[in-house]
């Protein structure tokens, strides 16, 4: 996925960014989740200047927050797009499992490479609270969706200069000028008056729900855009699970927490607020992701609808096949996902007799075991690994894992240890709602890295 995002030579995009909401400070209450943007073809000149992308790049995210917490009061960063979800520069640093001391690491390989100016030291580099550090590795603590359309390169360089030459000064307002409105500035200079909020279902706010659902909308009305949306799924490990990001009344309508209370003191009110959201508040990201998966789905959707005008059955019956072929490979069919499912309970089954691992119970602790035993590394080679003490019979010395795509299989990492985890991860996946798992095509890249892992694992055994 993050490859078809690097071939700014072949499309250039938009998107609005909306993240799950985490359950920390306000959130906790309003479950509102987070707004950014999501650039194709630009990328940083630094964390507060933009530029045209070079054609090796993958774009970019920017973003706006309370307080980035460096040691002047920008209005907005931006990050390299891997660096935003992943932590590394490139697609293969993508981990495969993730912790708050994780997190930490790659945050601080971020804040010495791209802010030695912006945060070099206390308080920036030291606060919990500066929220640079949500620019990095993202998805370690939420999932994500972008709702994707194309620009021309005039409309980027005309953002480009358009915020270069304006003040990047913070005045960062939850009711009047929070991330979800900075989101709609940026959209606005693309495509005037594309974005709105939703005041009613918001009470007054904008909310990055909102928006998220007005652009689609608008893409929606405008074929020739290209729409698609991208996914991408939290990665497993000990962080708390992130949850889908809502707006104003569906938070009423849906939280326990906070419906029980409405009931009993606005029950008057009540009946108002759950009309408004199931009219005209709804929106499921997932469903959008699943309809709209890439921008050849949505050209055919186009074809089929123009098939349909002109009662062409033939065409429309094979636009039908088309359509069911670019949806499967990207978010995948139950039927695909039971395939997996019964191969991987055999991989399990032969990994206990092989005694890999001792029952299948655990897979629900290895995370936990690596969290608490591990310490994550970063190399001279920039490639991020868990470093381990004795765990055991099979592991007698000191030894380390491979966290990412690119190292996990590579050659110093432990092939039990790489097994085990990948076992963890597949296991993890399964276990998922929609929202929470991967799409199929990033699954099918992990599901060859356990195979590989599954592979090494025998020899590895015969020379202990």
């Not at 985490?22 to 507060?48: E, K, M, N, Q, W």
């Not at 358009?162 to 929070?178: D, I, W, Y």
């Not at 991860?425 to 276990?431: Q, T, Y």
Request: glycine letters at 4%; proline letters at 6%; aromatic letters at 10%.
């Amino acid at each position: 996925m993050l490859l078809a995002l690097a071939c700014s030579c072949a499309r250039a995009d938009v998107g609005i960014v909306l993240n799950d909401s985490l359950d920390t400070s306000i959130a906790r209450i309003t479950g509102s989740g987070h707004s950014a943007i999501y650039f194709s073809r630009i990328c940083p000149a630094s964390p507060v200047k933009l530029r045209l992308c070079h054609p090796d790049e993958s774009g970019s995210v920017m973003s706006n927050y309370t307080t980035l917490g460096e040691d002047q009061p920008f209005e907005w960063n931006v990050a390299p797009l891997n660096v935003y979800l992943y932590g590394g520069s490139k697609p293969q640093d993508r981990p495969l499992f993730a912790t708050e001391k994780i997190k930490k690491a790659l945050e601080e390989r971020y804040r010495e490479e791209y802010l030695p100016d912006l945060c070099p030291g206390a308080p920036c580099a030291d606060s919990k609270k500066a929220e640079w550090r949500e620019m990095v590795a993202a998805t370690a603590e939420r999932s994500i969706y972008i709702f994707v359309v194309k620009t021309t390169r005039q409309q980027d360089q005309q953002l480009i200069d358009e915020f270069n030459s304006l003040p990047n000064v913070n005045h960062f307002n939850g009711f009047t000028r929070n991330c979800a409105t900075f989101a709609r500035k940026v959209i606005d200079t693309y495509f005037p008056h594309a974005v709105h909020p939703d005041y009613i279902n918001d009470f007054g706010m904008t909310s990055p729900k909102a928006i998220s659902r007005s652009f689609a909308h608008y893409a929606h009305r405008h074929p020739d855009d290209e729409y698609r949306v991208l996914h991408f799924a939290q990665v497993p490990g000990t962080i708390k699970r992130s949850t889908v990001a809502r707006d104003g009344t569906e938070q009423l309508f849906r939280s326990k927490k906070l419906l029980v209370p409405m009931a009993l003191l606005a029950s008057h009110e009540l009946p108002v607020v759950a009309a408004s959201y199931l009219i005209t508040g709804r929106f499921n990201p997932q469903r959008e992701f699943e309809e709209h998966p890439s921008a050849l789905a949505s050209g055919i959707d186009y074809e089929m609808k123009l098939a349909k005008e002109d009662n062409d059955n033939a065409w429309l019956d094979g636009l039908r096949d088309a359509r069911n072929l670019e949806q499967q490979d990207t978010v995948g069919t139950p039927r695909e996902w039971k395939r997996y499912r019964e191969e991987f309970d055999s991989f399990v089954d032969e990994a206990i007799r092989d005694e890999v691992i001792p029952d299948r119970t655990t897979l629900d602790r290895v995370f936990k075991e690596l969290a608490e035993n591990g310490t994550p590394v970063i190399d001279a080679k920039n490639s991020l690994w868990l470093e381990l003490p004795d765990r055991g019979p099979y592991h007698d010395r000191d030894t380390r894992v491979g966290l990412t795509t690119a190292n996990i299989n590579g050659p110093g990492s432990d092939p039990v240890l790489a097994y085990e985890l990948l076992l963890a991860h597949i296991d993890h996946e399964f276990a998922s709602p929609a929202h929470s798992r991967e799409p199929m095509s990033q699954f099918k890249e992990d599901w060859s890295l356990l195979q590989q892992a599954r592979s090494r694992v025998p020899v590895s055994f015969a020379q202990r």
